[in-house]
Each structure stands twice: as structure tokens, then as C-alpha cells.
């Protein structure tokens, strides 16, 4: 049973840092889809960063290109969000997800991915 569980998430100020954490347990299509999306309050959840081809491509939606970076450790089955030079807009609730069936230039659709993890809350405050 695959199970994805982030943590890392919390309150900062504008300008601040955070690193989210997402444990995967019993995933092993390692060539498709891995990502971080976010939801915030009355709004679509939307695609943030994902990787496909175990990592060796990134993706990044053009809100966080710069700031955010997506990265995996498989010894430790787990992958991470590093959030840099945060925003209000980016306070949301951010979820880790993985896909069984698509790779490539659709790891930014929500709609692609089968597991989600419960979700980490993410506070930028001015």
C-alpha cells in the first residue's frame, strides 16, 4: 500500500525559508511523476514542482521558479520541497503526490497523480 506522508511546514515571514519533507512508503514506479502541489483557501489545487525520471527532471510552475527546489533521497525514500524567498502567496496547504502512470511534461497536473499525502501547512505572513 503506497502511503506519503509530508512534514515540514509551518509560519514564517516574508522572505523566510521552509523545507518540506514528504516520507513515501511502498511506491516503486520510480520513473513517473513526483510532485508538490498546493492548495490555497477558495482556489484549485495547483502543480508547484514535480520530478519524473527519478529525479533527473524537474519541473517548476513559473510562480516558484527560482525560489523552490524539488529534490529526492532514495536511500531514504523520501523527497523534498527547499522554499526560499517565501511570499503570501505561497501560504497554502501543500501536498506531496505520487503517479503510477504519467511521466514527463503532465508531473504538474493534479489530475495525473494517484497518492496524496495528508498535507502541510504552509503560513507567509508580511
Known amino acids: 500500500q503506497v502511503q506519503l506522508v509530508e512534514s515540514g511546514g509551518g509560519s514564517v515571514q516574508t522572505g523566510g525559508s521552509l523545507r518540506l519533507s514528504c516520507a513515501v512508503f511502498?511506491?516503486?514506479?520510480?520513473?513517473?511523476?513526483m510532485g508538490w502541489f498546493r492548495q490555497a483557501p477558495g482556489k484549485e489545487r495547483e502543480g508547484v514542482a514535480a520530478?519524473?525520471?527519478?529525479?533527473?527532471?524537474?519541473y517548476y510552475a513559473d510562480s516558484v521558479k527560482g525560489r523552490f527546489t524539488v529534490s529526492r533521497d532514495s536511500a531514504k525514500n523520501t523527497m523534498y520541497l527547499q522554499m526560499n524567498s517565501l511570499k503570501p502567496e505561497d501560504t497554502a496547504m501543500y501536498y506531496c503526490a505520487a503517479s503510477i502512470w504519467y511521466g514527463g511534461s503532465q508531473c504538474l497536473l493534479a489530475q495525473r497523480y494517484n497518492y496524496w499525502g495528508q498535507g502541510t501547512q504552509v503560513t507567509v505572513s508580511s
Open positions: 511502498g511506491y516503486t514506479y520510480s520513473g513517473n511523476c
Open positions: 520530478f519524473s525520471t527519478g529525479g533527473a527532471i524537474t
